[in-house]
């Protein structure tokens, strides 16, 4: 059975027609008894409160509702002021922020817990990941890192991210064979988000693109065309045809993030010794988290060596980290023996970004070569030869993560450099782990 998230990018606090958007798909959604996940932008929270907006309000409160950032794509945007070296620093204001957020969502919406935070537009940043994470906050939709094929959440940097796989405001011209052969398209899916800017059904321009497009605009904000309102007939025609079809099919079953986020949240994670034979013959075959006995990151097995080198008898999976430059490999083979990767182990952190590079007596050893060599000796080795391979996993397997390259994106301005956020998500897929049972590969 498909799981479907019918999922809001509520968002447009310059238009005061954009809540009549919000407002009628709230309508239907409750009257067909669906629970819509609406991501509210917080500045948007504030300006319902502005306009006495009290009818959209109180529709919400049927649905879920989470974070779609403070500010969206006002200047500067999340990529734009966490796209610095020192992370500490990125992380400080990204909290700042989003704390803020949380806070305006949650005394206007009355949220008691959130399970979801959407990035503005294309502005999908590490930082945030590991951000929103450390903000008990589960879900990352609509994240650049995804599982195309079958649509499992992919957890990576401590959160779970999600795909937005389908707009539903291409309902303002489809037509209801258009709408069924989607549907179709759908049950190939595990979960599936289908998503839509409640502003759409109310006006023609984004509110973005007329007054943040590259910079933000001087004076008063422009405020869209309104939609004719034959159109916005059209389109929720369509929505409601589109929602009774769903929950008519009995291949669907509609969920909120909540449903999702619980699902995954699962049992303690816990690796032993006695695990790690079977571990190292899976990183032999392919260097790639795995998803038997249980689901485990790269970066879960390289704590789990350490603690296991420490004397430790199993290893609880936490939070992990990637790196935040890349890594040393070595280029010859070395040998290394079990008392010198025993004296190495505590350079590898609880709480901390992976090390680029590790003194193994008086070699050095990227870290992959550290694992290769720290699970021959778990596995009963006195020493351990290690030969030059590869210590990136395939991204391959998340092509959009693999060619991520924010310059030009629409959100951005003009000078946006994206010096650090692009390669440093990339060097995160260490963190990276799909669901326990699942097939190691996404595409074949």
């Known amino acids: 059975m498909t799981k479907v998230v019918i999922s809001f ?12 958007g919000i407002l009628r798909t709230a309508q239907v959604l409750q009257s067909l008894g ?11 929270a504030q300006a319902l409160v502005k306009w006495e907006r009290t009818d959209v309000l ?5 649905h879920e509702t989470e974070t779609h950032s403070l500010r969206h794509s006002y200047h500067p945007t999340i990529c734009e002021y966490t796209d610095i070296e020192d992370f500490d620093e990125a992380l400080r204001q ?16 009355g949220n008691d817990a959130f399970y979801a935070a959407c990035p503005p537009g294309d502005s999908v940043s590490y930082v945030a990941r590991y951000g929103y994470a450390d903000m008990g906050i589960p879900i990352y939709d609509g994240d650049f890192l995804y599982d195309a094929e079958h649509g499992r959440p992919v957890s990576c940097s401590n959160i779970l991210c999600m795909e937005y796989n389908f707009s539903m405001d291409c309902f303002l011209n489809w037509d209801k064979e258009q709408i069924l052969e989607k549907i179709e398209e759908m049950a190939n899916f595990d979960t599936y988000i ?18 943040f497009y590259r910079k933000n605009i001087e004076g008063e904000w422009i405020l869209s065309t309104p939609l004719p309102a034959e159109t916005t ?3 929720m025609d369509n929505f409601r045809f589109f929602i009774e079809k769903l929950i008519e099919d009995p291949r669907f079953e509609i969920v909120t993030y909540e449903d999702i986020a619980k699902e995954y ?5 816990v690796i032993r010794p006695s695990d790690m034979p079977m571990l190292q013959k899976a990183l032999a075959e392919e260097f790639f988290p795995v998803t038997v006995p249980d689901s485990f990151s790269l970066s879960d097995m390289m704590l789990a060596c350490r603690d296991f080198l420490m004397g430790k008898e199993a290893h609880t999976c936490e939070k992990v980290y990637g790196f935040l430059d890349t890594p040393f490999a070595i280029s010859q083979p070395v040998t290394v023996t079990a008392e010198e990767m025993k004296e190495s182990a505590n350079q590898i952190k609880d709480g901390a970004f992976l090390p680029a590079g590790i003194t193994v007596g008086d070699k050095k050893l990227g870290p992959a070569d550290w694992l290769r060599a720290a699970m021959q000796i778990v596995c009963g080795k006195e ?19 693999r060619d991520q390259n924010l310059v030009g994106s629409w959100v951005h301005a003009e000078d946006f450099k994206d010096q650090y956020i692009s390669d440093r998500s990339r060097l995160q897929a260490w963190t990276i782990r799909l669901p326990k049972g699942t097939s190691r590969k996404i595409f074949a």
Do not use: M
């Open 265 to 269: 949240a699962g049992e303690n994670r």
């Open 194 to 211: 289908a998503y839509h800017h409640p502003q759409k059904n109310a006006v023609v321009e984004f509110c973005d693109l007329l007054n």
């Open 34 to 44: 669906v629970r819509g996940c609406y991501n509210i932008v917080a500045w948007l």
């Open 233 to 235: 007939e059209e389109f």
């Open 94 to 109: 990204f909290r700042q922020n989003e704390d803020e957020a949380l806070t305006i969502i949650q005394d206007i919406l």
């Open 9 to 20: 990018d509520t968002e447009d606090y310059v238009n005061p027609l954009g809540a009549d």
């Open 58 to 62: 109180e529709a919400l409160k049927y």
């Open 383 to 401: 020493s351990a030869t290690v030969v030059p391979d590869k210590w990136q996993i395939d991204l391959n397997q998340f092509p959009r993560l």
